[in-house]
């Protein structure tokens, strides 16, 4: 009872905070996982599974954004002393995107233009991360009932582009607002480290955390088909060049893993406030 309590407890604290950044998953993995497919109840093993996220609603500094992140790929890495789990995340990740650049400045660029919008549609790419789950603390309560204490740390990079984003400007030259396909590509680095506490009954794992994270990258935008015919700001294509960032947040995840043996497990992880973010995830020890 006095676990629940503090589940409760725990979540009504955190729910001030804000969220963004990438799935942190279940810190009892690496000790409950402990019987490999073929390597049997040895004290490190080699843990592999598919995972799924959906992220919506991120927002970054100096922009209005209407974002939604797709992640599908697999999370694979070695389990060292049943407490320990060194991971990558490797897969494809696809974007949209509906944004305001409020940091807009017209003289880093050749045309008298501003940027209203930008519609975004990325094709799939390459998504990589490296991660770190470490178990600090486990507590027997009753036979199959355990509390636990875990931190994960991990990077994420994502790199997108698409040559068909559609953006939105008002041309102080025409006097009229008009509207150009785009070449659009972004370099995106996040940043994250959780703490966890875990409550397992049985094969039942609920988790609950708090974590800090950070997003930051570059971004380009060239207009096709856009020659300004300004004498003052010469000729040319526009081809914006920014930065775009979170600052640091703060938030909160809950999760429930379901270990349907010591090798196998399934999973899902929500978070909210500043994005609102889903992922599902199973995984098998060999």
Same mark, same amino acid.
């Given at each position: 009872?006095?676990?629940?309590?503090?589940?409760?407890?725990?979540?009504? *604290?955190?729910?001030? &905070?804000?969220? #963004?950044?990438?799935?942190?998953?279940? /810190?009892?993995?690496? @000790?409950?996982?402990?019987? !490999?497919?073929?390597?049997?109840?040895?004290?490190?093993?080699?843990?592999?599974?598919?995972?799924?996220?959906?992220?919506?609603?991120?927002?970054?500094?100096?922009?209005?954004?209407?974002?939604?992140?797709?992640?599908?790929?697999?999370k694979a890495g070695a389990a060292l002393k049943d407490n320990i789990f060194i991971y990558t995340d490797l897969g494809l990740g696809e974007m949209e995107d509906s944004k305001k650049i409020y940091n807009w400045d017209p003289h880093r660029n050749v045309a008298n233009v501003r940027i209203d919008r930008i519609e975004i549609e990325?094709?799939?790419?390459? *998504?990589?991360?490296? &991660?770190?789950? #470490?178990?600090?603390?486990?507590?027997? /309560?009753?036979?199959? @009932?355990?509390?636990?204490? !875990?931190?994960?740390?991990?990077?994420?990079?994502?790199?997108?582009?698409?040559?068909?984003?559609?953006?939105?400007?008002?041309?102080?030259?025409?006097?009229?607002?008009?509207?150009?396909?785009?070449?659009?590509?972004?370099?995106?680095?996040?940043?994250?480290?959780?703490?966890?506490?875990?409550?397992?009954?049985?094969?039942?794992?609920?988790?609950?955390?708090?974590?800090?994270?950070?997003?930051?990258?570059?971004?380009?935008?060239?207009?096709?088909?856009?020659?300004?015919?300004?004498?003052?700001?010469?000729?040319?294509?526009?081809?914006?060049?920014?930065?775009?960032?979170?600052?640091?947040?703060?938030?909160?995840?809950?999760?429930?893993?379901?270990?349907?043996?010591?090798?196998?497990?399934?999973?899902?992880?929500?978070?909210?406030?500043?994005?609102?973010?889903?992922?599902?995830?199973?995984?098998?020890?060999?």
């Amino acid at each position: 009872m006095r676990i629940i309590v503090c589940f409760i407890i725990l979540t009504i *604290v955190l729910a001030a &905070g804000t969220a #963004a950044g990438a799935p942190v998953g279940n /810190i009892a993995d690496p @000790v409950v996982m402990s019987t !490999g497919k073929f390597s049997g109840e040895r004290a490190y093993g080699f843990i592999a599974g598919i995972e799924a996220e959906f992220v919506s609603n991120r927002t970054f500094l100096e922009q209005e954004n209407k974002f939604k992140f797709n992640f599908y790929g697999i999370k694979a890495g070695a389990a060292l002393k049943d407490n320990i789990f060194i991971y990558t995340d490797l897969g494809l990740g696809e974007m949209e995107d509906s944004k305001k650049i409020y940091n807009w400045d017209p003289h880093r660029n050749v045309a008298n233009v501003r940027i209203d919008r930008i519609e975004i549609e990325t094709d799939p790419n390459f *998504v990589f991360g490296l &991660g770190i789950t #470490a178990l600090m603390y486990e507590h027997k /309560i009753d036979e199959d @009932v355990y509390f636990r204490i !875990g931190l994960d740390v991990k990077y994420r990079r994502i790199s997108l582009e698409t040559d068909s984003a559609t953006v939105h400007i008002s041309n102080f030259d025409s006097g009229f607002r008009e509207v150009y396909s785009a070449y659009y590509a972004m370099n995106m680095d996040e940043y994250q480290g959780a703490l966890a506490v875990s409550y397992q009954y049985e094969n039942f794992v609920p988790y609950i955390g708090y974590k800090i994270s950070d997003c930051n990258g570059d971004e380009e935008i060239i207009l096709k088909n856009f020659e300004s015919r300004n004498i003052e700001f010469g000729y040319g294509n526009i081809d914006y060049k920014g930065n775009f960032y979170t600052n640091g947040r703060r938030g909160l995840f809950l999760g429930l893993t379901y270990y349907i043996s010591n090798t196998f497990s399934i999973g899902v992880e929500g978070r909210e406030r500043d994005e609102e973010a889903f992922n599902i995830i199973a995984q098998m020890r060999f």
